[in-house]
């Protein structure tokens, strides 16, 4: 990894909202809920971090995972602010 890799983030979708909150959302495709462990749930938090330095913004950044299932509620579910499934997307 060089130096500036470091520093980087990919993030999948980004909504800058009117109301001074921008959601990073993160989509994940899993056969079953999706399990948030504690190094995917440390990755998340910095790429909200490295967001914020980069852009500058004094909005809220909000972390968003677009999932098949959803997210399985353990320990690191309370650190996603908003959660949209599947069957949110699309009428069957």
Do not use: P, W
């Amino acid at each position: 990894m060089d130096e500036n890799s470091k520093n980087m983030a990919q993030i999948d979708l980004v909504i800058d909202r009117n109301d001074h909150i921008i959601n990073l959302c993160e989509m994940k495709y899993s056969k079953d809920e999706y399990t948030i462990t504690k190094e995917y749930d440390e990755i998340l938090r910095k790429r909200c971090v490295l967001f914020t330095d980069e852009t500058k913004t004094r909005k809220a950044v909000h972390t968003t995972m677009i999932t098949t299932y959803g997210i399985k509620h353990n320990s690191y579910f309370g650190n996603i602010q908003n959660e949209v499934k599947m069957d949110d997307l699309f009428v069957f």
